[in-house]
Structures are given as structure tokens and as C-alpha cells.
């Protein structure tokens, strides 16, 4: 099969599988209209942010202003972004960075899903961190709110100051932990569990590895658009597994980035604004 | 008799505790059952608990100590003391709450001055020092000039940790059922209550028999807390009515959730029939009021409604989520908008109580705080 041919076929089969899903929204849309394009001699957008990114990595932290955009309308509920997440920042049972709020409207036969991920919204304004007694978390030079595990006592004011629920506790629970445990076999919970603990996630910068009464157990986590990926001009784990191509990030003081273009459409919002937050994650509808 | 019950609910509150403990630190956080919705639980509302009874205890014992009122003459001490007790008490509460326990020294060296929880952690270390110095010299040389000075230091700062926990939680505009201006103005006036319930118990169970001022002390005591109560109830209604009537959706829902929701019970019949209406109708009829045993009993029914009623403001602002569509968003462990605290938090309090009470008796024995007339050093 050449290319343009696949290219047309795989087209058209995301578009019959997800057109049920999101077929209210896009009425009249020219969903296979793609197809009948070269697609694949057009840019993908993670190229361009890439590019973006890099120019951006050349000026001094404190000019930059590292902004997400997400297109709600292609936003398909696949929760690739959540998983990409908790698979680069290697997240526990109960912590979550990146959920995607799922919600069913309307009433049949009128009926659609409307999907919102919503990882930290990284606040201008942030109320979590003036309320931390240790300044364990606090807005860096990039605008980007973090968390200093080693100085984090787990008080846990912060995730109650923050009105979008981006913060989880990291209770100390493994995936692993209960599971059947056979000493003569490679799996079960002491064996298999050696994955889980082993210092092989990147956060912050950080080799950590799991042990109870150890950081970032006993630690407030959230979200921190992936600065150990920025770091190195890779885009956030979530932008580049969004299949949808919904998530988009860069620098919003590029005038020529795609975010800034984004986020200049008279159809951008940002969620509770009535709360003066002045949230770094745009919407658009 | 009454001392013997009180030592066996201690021996046996604090023997279930240490399991408790035990769990606590073997395990972490893991089996508690607040989690990242619900993110303060029972020991977050335990610790609102003591540490009002702690301020309050104070504050009631300046009667003595700093006021001299005569018909008081001798409590004095054993506010005191009881207020350290409770002191303590909130400290393991909220101690055990914390995820890293050890590094609290960071608040002394490294802490953010403009953080409320940092101005409380203060307010507490200046609070159990004033508590203690006046302890001794109350004790030692109740004569000594500097005791009313310190006395009256300490009133304003027990004044201040127990708005400071008001304003804690009233500052948090992301919860609007907290956010409410008076409640740096109403918990001073929660934790006099509790303070005025902690000294009727004392007094009504382990004052000396032979003291004249003991009737007229108890009845003084019921009155006050029939008062005090009347005016928390008012608080009360003041705060659900206007969320009622103002009609915002998560302060309602969370209202709705302590009246007809999943802590109905709690408030209607531990805060309010047990913990309200019953010590209101028997403390105002002076025959109960003056009865030791019925005094008693009324003060203990009255701290339990107190500890229902720090449990009722925490626990209902946290389970009305932030976005509707947070409920089914992710699933795992920790992660839901219930909440019934776990058997280990609840051996963790019964511990954390267990200890409050034997620390009462053992230093009301040693220090003879139920002898009106302190040895002069
Ligand atoms: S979304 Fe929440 S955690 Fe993130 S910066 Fe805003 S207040 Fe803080
Ligand atoms: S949980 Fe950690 S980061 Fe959050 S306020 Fe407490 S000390 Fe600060």
C-alpha cells in the first residue's frame, strides 16, 4: 500500500471509530476531508513545537512563559496524556498528574461526551503556595509551580488551597504491594515489585528511589509540565502522546509560537477564572 | 470510684492506641482513609479539637491566675494543666498527620513566615512555654510577681492560636464552606466553650468534696457553658443559613452534606442531641449542674459534641469536589470524596485520648492540682 493510500485508510478508520464519539460536536466537519490531503507531507505540530521549544531553551529562564493549550474539540477521552504521565514521572496508585474529567451531556439522542484533562494549571497567582509553612513549593524562574520533596513535611495545606484538585499525597502504595509473592519465581510482589522501587524516573531532575518514610512518599505531588523533559528540548510527556494532537505547549512570550497564536482565538478560556488564579492552561472550545 | 473508671478508659483507650501507632509508623499514611480529595481527616479535626480545648483551658484559667475571681480560687492549676494535656494531645494529632513528622524542624529554620500553619506552629511553641512557666510558678510560688504578666501574655496569645485555626481555614477561598470571615472570631469563642466544658468535667469528677466553692463553681460553670454553647449553636445556624440562602453550589452541597448527607448522624444526633441539647436541658437546672457525677457527665457529653462539631467543619468542605467530573476522572487508592476515618486512625485518636487522660491524672496526683492552696516554694 503506498503511502498516501494507508495514510487515507487510517484516516478514515479513526474517523468512523471516534465520529460516534464526538460526532454531535463536529457536525458538518469535514472529518475525512484529511484524508483527501497529502497529511503526512504536512508539518506535524509537535515538530514545530519542538523547534519552538528549542528557541525558546536559547533565551534565560525568567523570559520565558511555558503555557498549555488544549483543544477540547479534539480531545478524544483516550487518556493516552494521563498514562504518558504516570509511565514518565513513574507515578503510584493514587497519584495523578494529568486525569482526563470525563463527562456524559445531553439527553438521548442527543447525547456526547465532553472530556477535560486538567494537569496543574501552573497559576500565575497560585493559591498553594503562600500557604506552605516551609516554602517547599513555590513558582521557579520558569513560572512553573514545583515541589521540593526533601523540604515538603506533608502537611497537605496546599492541595486544600488549590481549587482545581492538581495535587495528590503519595500515600506509599505500590501497584505491586499485596500481590501473591513466590520467592522461586521471577514474578510476585518482592520480585516484580524491584521495578516499581527502583530509582528509574527522571522528576525534577531526580534519581529517587521508593522507600517507605523516603521522599517523595509522605509528599504532596503534582504536575510540573515535565521541566526535566523541557530541560533537555523534549516537549512534555503529555503533548507528545496526545494522539489527538490536542495538547499543545511553548513559550507564550514567542509571539510566533503556536501557543501564542492559540491563545489569541476569541474561543480560549481558562477554568474558574472568577477566582483570579490567572491559570497557565488555556482552553480552547 | 470515677478516678479508677477514668484510669481504666485511658489504660485501655491508650492500649488500643498503640496499635495504632504502631501502624502509623510502620506503615505511613497507607491505611488511613483521608486521601487527595479528603485531605484532612480525623486527626486534622482532633487536632482543631485539643488544641481549642488547650486554648481554652487557658483562657479559664486566668480566672484565677490572673483575675482573681475568689469563688474560682484553686482551678486555677488544674485549667492549667489540663490545657497543657490537650496542648500535647493536638501536637500527636497533628504530628502523626503530617507525612514527614521529622522535619517540622524545617518550620523553626526554614519556614515561610507568611504561611498561617507556620504562624501557628509558633504561636503553639510561644503558647506551651508561657503554659508551662505558669504551671510552675502557679505551683511554686504563686506570689510571684511575674505570674500575672505571663498570665495575661498568655491569654492574648491562646486568643490568637485559636483565631489563627479559624483563619486557617477561613482564608482558603477554594473551599467556600470555610470561607467564612467570622471564623477567626468564632473559633476564640469554640475553644473558651471547650475550655469552660474541660474545667466542669475536672472539676465535677476529681474536685476535693470538702470544698465550699465547688457547688457554686459548678453552677457557675454549667451557666457559662449553656451560654457559650447557645451562642456556638447561633454560629452555627448564622453560617448554614446564609450558605443556604447565598446559594453557591459547593457551599450548599456541603451543608447539605452534614445535614441530610453522609454525616446526618454526627450532627444530628451526636452534636446536637447528644452533645447539645441534652447538657442544655440538665446543666440549667441547678440540682444537676451542683451533682458532681451529672456535672460531669454533661461536660464530657458537651466535648464530645465540640469534637463532632471540629470533625463536621473539616470533613464536609473536602468531600464536595473542586470539578464535578473529578469523581470518576482517575480511580486508585486515596482517591475518592467518602469518608469514615479507618480503624488505624481511629486506634491512632483513641491512643492520642488515652494519653490526654492519663497525663491528667498522673499530673493532677504528682502536682496536687486538686488542693487549693499551692506550697509556696
Ligand atoms: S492548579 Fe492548583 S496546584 Fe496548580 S498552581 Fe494552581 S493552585 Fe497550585
Ligand atoms: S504538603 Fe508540602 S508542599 Fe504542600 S504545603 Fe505542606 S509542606 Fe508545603
Redesign the interface.
Known amino acids: 500500500m503506498s503511502e498516501p493510500k494507508e495514510a487515507a485508510l487510517l484516516s478514515k478508520m479513526a474517523s468512523e471509530v471516534f465520529a460516534g464519539m464526538i460526532a454531535p460536536a463536529l457536525e458538518n466537519a469535514p472529518l475525512i476531508q484529511a484524508a483527501e490531503d497529502d497529511v503526512l507531507a504536512k508539518e506535524d505540530v509537535l515538530v514545530r513545537m519542538e523547534r519552538e521549544l528549542k528557541r525558546a531553551l536559547e533565551k534565560s529562564p525568567a523570559e520565558r512563559r511555558w503555557v498549555m493549550v488544549i483543544d477540547l474539540r479534539r480531545c478524544i477521552g483516550c487518556h493516552a496524556c ?1 498514562i504518558g504521565c504516570v509511565a514518565e514521572n513513574k507515578l503510584p ?4 498528574y494529568r ?5 456524559e451531556i445531553g439527553k438521548y439522542p442527543h447525547v456526547a461526551y465532553r472530556f ?1 484533562p ?1 494537569p496543574c494549571l501552573q497559576c500565575e497567582n497560585a ?1 498553594c503556595t ?6 517547599a513549593t513555590y513558582t521557579n524562574e520558569e513560572g512553573v509551580i514545583v515541589v521540593d520533596y526533601d ?7 496546599c ?7 492538581s ?7 505500590n501497584y505491586t504491594d499485596k500481590t501473591v509473592d513466590r520467592l522461586t519465581m521471577v514474578l510476585g510482589s518482592s520480585e516484580a515489585g524491584k521495578y516499581e522501587t527502583a530509582g528509574t524516573a527522571f522528576e525534577y531532575g531526580e534519581r529517587r528511589e521508593r522507600q ?2 523516603h ?1 517523595p ?4 505531588r503534582k504536575c510540573h509540565f515535565c521541566l526535566h523533559r523541557i530541560k533537555v528540548g523534549i516537549l512534555p510527556a503529555c503533548t507528545t502522546t496526545c494522539i489527538g494532537r490536542a495538547t499543545y505547549f511553548g513559550d507564550a512570550n514567542d509571539p510566533d509560537a503556536l501557543v501564542s497564536e492559540l491563545i489569541a482565538k476569541p474561543n480560549v478560556m481558562r ?1 474558574k477564572e472568577e ?1 483570579g488564579t490567572e491559570p497557565r492552561v488555556y482552553y480552547l472550545l | 470510684m470515677i478516678k479508677k473508671l477514668a484510669y481504666l478508659v485511658g489504660g485501655l483507650t491508650l492500649l488500643f492506641g498503640l496499635w495504632g501507632f504502631y501502624d502509623r509508623f510502620a506503615y505511613g499514611h497507607q491505611n488511613a482513609n483521608y486521601g487527595s480529595y479528603v485531605v484532612w481527616g480525623l486527626w486534622v479535626a482532633m487536632y482543631l479539637f485539643f488544641a481549642g480545648v488547650a486554648a481554652g483551658g487557658f483562657m479559664v484559667s486566668t480566672l484565677d491566675l490572673l483575675f482573681g475571681v475568689k469563688i474560682f480560687k484553686g482551678t486555677g492549676r488544674i485549667a492549667l494543666w489540663g490545657s497543657l494535656v490537650c496542648l500535647v494531645a493536638a501536637l500527636i494529632s497533628i504530628g502523626l498527620d503530617n507525612g514527614h513528622l521529622f522535619r517540622i524542624w524545617k518550620v523553626y529554620l526554614q519556614g515561610n513566615p507568611f504561611s498561617l500553619l507556620f504562624q501557628m506552629v509558633w504561636g503553639y511553641t510561644l503558647f506551651g512555654a508561657i503554659s508551662v512557666v505558669a504551671l510552675v510558678l502557679a505551683s511554686r510560688q504563686p506570689n510571684n510577681p511575674w505570674l500575672k504578666p505571663v498570665m495575661a501574655v498568655g491569654l492574648v496569645v491562646s486568643f490568637f492560636i485559636s483565631g489563627a485555626v479559624g483563619a486557617l481555614l477561613g482564608v482558603n477561598a477554594s473551599r467556600p464552606f470555610w470561607h467564612v470571615g467570622l471564623f477567626p472570631v468564632q473559633f476564640p469563642v469554640f475553644s473558651l466553650a471547650s475550655g469552660v466544658a474541660m474545667l466542669l468535667t475536672a472539676l465535677a469528677f476529681f474536685g476535693r468534696e470538702d470544698d465550699e466553692n465547688r457547688p457554686q463553681q459548678l453552677w457557675i460553670l454549667s451557666l457559662t457553658s449553656v451560654i457559650l454553647l447557645i451562642v456556638k449553636l447561633y454560629f452555627m445556624w448564622a453560617d448554614y443559613s446564609q450558605s443556604m440562602y447565598g446559594n453557591v453550589p459547593m457551599n450548599v452541597q456541603a451543608v447539605r452534606q452534614v445535614l441530610f448527607g453522609e454525616y446526618w448522624w454526627a450532627f444530628w444526633i451526636l452534636q446536637l442531641l447528644i452533645g447539645s441539647l441534652i447538657p442544655l436541658v440538665f446543666l440549667i437546672q441547678r440540682k444537676f449542674a451542683t451533682h458532681n457525677h451529672w456535672a460531669g457527665w454533661m461536660g464530657i457529653l458537651m466535648l464530645v459534641g465540640y469534637a463532632v462539631a471540629r470533625g463536621l467543619i473539616i470533613f464536609p468542605a473536602l468531600t464536595v469536589p473542586e470539578l464535578e467530573a473529578l469523581v470518576h476522572a482517575f480511580s486508585g487508592p486515596h482517591l475518592t470524596f467518602h469518608y469514615f476515618p479507618s480503624l488505624m486512625e481511629w486506634a491512632v485518636t483513641s491512643g492520642t485520648i488515652g494519653i490526654a487522660i492519663l497525663g491528667f491524672l498522673f499530673g493532677s496526683e504528682k502536682l496536687n492540682l486538686f488542693s487549693n492552696t499551692p506550697k509556696e516554694a
Open positions: 494521563t496508585p493514587g497519584v495523578v486525569p482526563v474529567l470525563t463527562e477535560l486538567k493559591p503562600p500557604v506552605c509553612p516551609v516554602n523540604q515538603c513535611i506533608g502537611c497537605r495545606a492541595i486544600s488551597a488549590c481549587p482545581y484538585a495535587r495528590t499525597f503519595d500515600f506509599g502504595v517507605q518514610h521522599s512518599i509522605g509528599n504532596v477554568l477566582l
